[in-house]
């Protein structure tokens, strides 16, 4: 069974840090890109950063320079790691895995920023 599971989201104080894990599981191949998205209440869900199978990497602007992208292919796992965060990086993250035609959502995890 297809599997992503996210871990390290909570609570955190403005310019604190966290680091995101999505782990996927359950048959997956051929990964083309893995990547965060997020959404905040009463916003669209938007791109964080995205990492290809090439290690080509990709982040919204808000976010460089204070985000990182990374993941460990023989894991199937990708990472987020988030520094100097401020209240509006609060919102759901979710994880996002692609091919070439198919593609998979985590189930979400919390980062709330607030002092």
């Known amino acids: 069974q297809v599997q992503l599971v996210e871990s390290g989201g909570g609570f955190v104080q403005p310019g604190g840090s966290l680091r995101l894990s999505c782990a996927a599981s359950g048959g997956f191949f051929n990964i083309h890109a893995m990547g965060w998205y997020r959404q905040a209440p009463g916003k669209q869900r938007e791109v964080v950063a995205t990492?290809?199978?090439?290690?080509?990497?990709n982040y919204a602007d808000s976010v460089k320079g204070r985000f990182t992208i990374s993941r460990d292919n023989a894991k199937n796992t990708v990472y987020l790691e988030m520094n100097n965060l401020n209240a509006e990086d609060t919102a759901v993250y979710y994880c996002?895995?692609?091919?070439?035609?198919?593609?998979?959502w985590g189930q979400g995890t919390q980062v709330t920023v607030s002092s």
């Open positions: 996002h895995v692609e091919g070439v035609l198919w593609q998979y």
């Open positions: 990492i290809t199978s090439s290690d080509r990497t």
